[in-house]
C-alpha cells in the first residue's frame, strides 16, 4: 500500500496536478489511474464487508457505492487501516472470509489484496513512465501464481494436469524461490518479477525471460492466472485488462 501511494501524491482532492495524475490513462484500456484507484479502494470496502458482516456478504458489499476519485484521498485511508486491522482480527479467529469467487482463509486473503494492489500498481507505475523495484513482498504474489497452476486450466475449459511443475525463480536481491518437487519433468524459471507479470496477467510469457520446459509448463504459462474471472492476456491486444475484484 505504502509503494502504490509513492506512486501518487495525495495532496489534497482539489489539487490539480492530482487530477491530471488520475485523468491519465494506462495499459488497461478505457481504465485511467483514477479508476484503477477507484477499484481498488472498492474492493477495499468490500474486504471490509467481509470481515465485518460475513453472512451478508455479497449483497452488502454491493450497498457501498464506489468512491469518486476525488474522494479517495479521504475516504481510502480509512477503508484501508480498518481492513488491515480486520484481517489482523480474522487472521487472529482462524477466520475463513467470503468473497466474489471463493471463501479464504485470513492469510490467503490479504495476499490476495497485495497481489491486486501490486498488479494495479504496476498499471499505475507505466502510465506514469515509472518503474518500481522488485522486492521480497514478490514472493507472496508467485506464490499465489504458482498455487493456482490448476485453476489456470480449468478456467480455460482444460483439465486440471497431474504433472506436477517445478518452478525456480531469481528472487529480488539474490536467491532463488522454488516451488515443486525438484524431480519433476516439467519446469518453470526465470526472473520472479517477470513471473509475477506473467501470472497477474501484466505481461505475455512468450514476452517475458521466463523458461517453460515440459508439456504442462509450456502450455501452463501462456494460459497463467491467479485471479477468478476468465483471463485475457493471450490476447496480445488486450494484455494488461484490469483483473476483477
Known amino acids: 500500500m505504502a509503494s502504490l501511494d509513492a506512486l501518487v501524491a495525495w495532496s489534497g482532492p482539489a489539487d490539480p496536478a492530482l487530477a491530471r495524475t488520475l485523468a491519465l490513462g494506462t495499459a488497461a484500456k478505457g481504465w485511467s489511474i483514477g479508476d484503477t484507484l477507484v477499484h481498488l479502494a472498492s474492493t477495499d470496502q468490500a474486504a471490509v464487508v467481509a470481515i ?24 481510502w485511508p480509512r477503508v ?45 507505475a507505466g502510465a506514469l513512465g515509472l518503474s518500481r523495484p522488485p522486492t521480497g513482498r514478490l514472493r507472496h504474489v508467485c506464490h499465489i501464481g504458482v498455487q493456482t497452476l490448476g485453476f489456470s486450466f480449468v478456467q480455460h ?14 528472487a529480488p536481491g539474490g536467491g532463488v524461490w522454488a516451488w515443486g518437487p525438484p524431480e519433476a519433468r516439467n519446469t518453470v524459471s526465470g526472473p520472479a518479477a517477470h513471473f509475477a507479470l506473467v501470472v497477474t496477467q501484466r505481461r505475455l510469457a512468450a514476452d ?21 474471472g ?6 496480445p491486444d488486450r494484455a494488461g485488462l484490469p483483473m476483477p475484484g
Open 52 to 75: 465485518n458482516d460475513p453472512e451478508h456478504f455479497p449483497a452488502r458489499a454491493r450497498e457501498h457505492p464506489p468512491p469518486s476519485p476525488g474522494e479517495l484521498p479521504v475516504v
Open 80 to 124: 484501508r487501516e480498518e481492513l488491515l486491522g480486520g484481517v489482523q482480527r480474522a487472521h487472529a479467529a482462524r477466520a475463513r472470509l467470503p468473497w466474489f469467487s471463493l471463501p479464504m482463509g485470513a492469510m490467503s486473503f490479504a495476499t490476495a489484496r497485495l497481489m491486486e494492489y501490486w498488479a494495479h500498481g504496476e498499471d499505475i
Open 157 to 170: 475449459g482444460l483439465p486440471a494436469p497431474a504433472e506436477p511443475v517445478r518452478v525456480e525463480l531469481g
Open 208 to 228: 517475458s525471460a521466463l523458461d517453460a520446459r515440459g508439456d504442462v509448463a509450456a502450455q501452463w504459462l501462456p494460459i497463467a492466472q491467479c485471479f477468478a
Open 230 to 235: 476468465r483471463g485475457q492476456v493471450t490476447d
